[in-house]
């Protein structure tokens, strides 16, 4: 059973599975399977069928559904101890995003990565995401969103003066 899930596995290994069926390639699915009361039956009268077509013989296959159930637990365990350890080294491969939220606070070098990676490789957001480690897609773009609304404010703030100065200059209020 290489392609069967953990449970299965360990539900066939004490012979819990009475049968499999593969969907076209997929992992093998329980299609039934039989309680400790239901194989302790058909143990009892391996003779009978409820068929009527004839004697089929079914192999008696005792069960301990305490030993299903601590088959099914250890694979369990040992699949999140196997994702555990995967988990583990995406995290080192990766410096980790989700200990910020993405209202923390830009640190000064976040900032000075943003904007010497917005210098070299301008709105590329994969680039900027890969320039500054240690925030996330969603972060860098609201951040520059906030800069670049800021701009445009600096910019209309910085054209009203240069216009009140010129006025000033020229004697201006628009008389004439």
Known sequence: MSHGSAAATAMASTGAVVSTGVNQGMAPTAVGVASPATLAATAASPGDSNTGRGKRKTPSVPVDRAEVVSNIFQ????????????????AAQNVPHSSRNASSKWT???????????????????????????????????????????????????????????NAATGGGGGG
């Open 108 to 166: 000064d070098e976040e900032v000075r990565q943003l904007r010497e990676a917005v210098e070299r490789f301008g709105t590329d957001l994969q680039k900027l995401c890969a320039a500054v480690k240690t925030r996330t897609a969603t972060q860098i773009r609201l951040r520059l969103r906030r800069e670049s609304a800021a701009q445009v404010q600096q910019a209309a703030e910085d054209t009203a003066a240069a216009a009140a100065a010129v």
């Open 75 to 90: 694979t369990a365990a040992t699949a999140f101890a196997e994702l555990s350890q995967l988990t583990g080294l995406l």
